[in-house]
């Protein structure tokens, strides 16, 4: 089972309260905070699509650039000791710290199905 969605190039996440019976979520990876609900899984959809749908339409009629998740830059927090690690392991190797990260990330996923 999985805990997100995408449409339109952004990903929601999927949560339940059981207090309420309401199927929840957010836009994920963008600053704005945009929610949707439901009361089963095709009402949780249905308003994720048009919470995207209204951010992207009320983006266009501002004159505003709509955020978009996920760009490609991180901020990684590792600690001293493991920064030092990836550095030098990284340099030893003779590549960049970043390439070094994302190859670590490509094959840290590459068994996991998107």
Partial sequence: ?????????YVGSVEFS??????????QGIRSLILYEGSNAREL???FHDSVDNYISDCEKNGAEPEIAYK???NV???PELHKRAAVY????????????????REKL????A
């Fill in 18 to 27: 059981e207090e309420d019976g309401l199927f929840f979520g957010s836009i």
């Fill in 90 to 105: 990284a340099m030893s190797k003779q590549q960049s710290l970043n390439s070094f990260i994302e190859e670590a990330v």
């Fill in 72 to 74: 490609g830059s991180l």
């Fill in 1 to 9: 089972m999985k805990n997100t969605m995408e449409y339109r190039g």
């Fill in 45 to 47: 959809v249905d308003d």
């Fill in 110 to 113: 590459i068994s996991v199905k």
């Fill in 77 to 79: 927090r590792l600690g």
